[in-house]
């Protein structure tokens, strides 16, 4: 089981390497990878395994953070609605079109590799299409996906994807943003708190 001294923090040099694409088809050894990654991000969410592991609330998870080389990313969160649930194992994600139009974040970023305050705010895309191989660890099957996100989903991913481009956060974030309108969360005021300290 992946926990919290599994992610290796600000400073490990890897964190700053571009990882290398995924080998298909999967082997053994990294399709146990990608299904404790996404367990990882389930356990963050739930208060007792918070609780008895230290785990921190997490909604995405790159491979990179937990000191592997693989263009592989774990997703599990809802919208910025709280409606659907997004439980995705993304593989060699290659962007193919973004949006003009950015957004950020209106409480700024955290990251579970990160565990100092950062100021400021990260500019991301507000819609982002790529291709991809998702990956169903529940049933091991490998797919081929064209996928399009937007709003907070497409923010989690554009986090993860500089994961294994070896970029971080911090490197992004500016004093203020103009022009650009950040995410709007439903008004539920503990949800929203909740979403805003989810780290990825």
């Known amino acids: 089981m992946l926990t919290m001294k599994d992610v290796i923090r600000e400073g490990h040099p890897a964190l700053r390497e571009k990882a290398v694409s995924v080998k298909l088809p999967l082997d053994e050894d990294t399709k146990a990878l990608l299904k404790e990654m996404r367990q990882f991000l389930i356990h963050s969410q739930d208060p007792a395994m918070v609780e008895q592991y230290d785990f921190r609330p997490g909604v995405g998870l790159a491979a990179p953070q937990v000191n592997r080389s693989l263009r592989a990313m774990a997703i599990y969160t809802t919208d910025e609605n709280y409606e659907t649930l997004y439980d995705l194992v993304l593989i060699n ?108």
């Open 93 to 200: 994600p290659v962007v193919l079109s973004h949006s003009t139009r950015q957004t950020y974040m209106p409480g700024g970023e955290g990251c579970l590799s990160i565990d100092r305050e950062v100021e400021g705010l990260v500019p991301r895309h507000h819609k982002i299409t790529f291709k991809a191989h998702q990956y169903d660890p529940l049933n091991d099957v490998l797919t081929e996906v064209t996928l399009t996100f937007k709003g907070f989903l497409a923010v989690v991913f554009q986090h993860e994807l500089d994961h294994l481009n070896g970029i971080l956060f911090p490197d992004r974030t500016k004093p203020i943003l103009e022009g650009i309108d950040p995410l709007e969360f439903k008004a539920i005021e503990e949800d929203e708190e909740k979403k805003e300290e989810a780290t990825s």
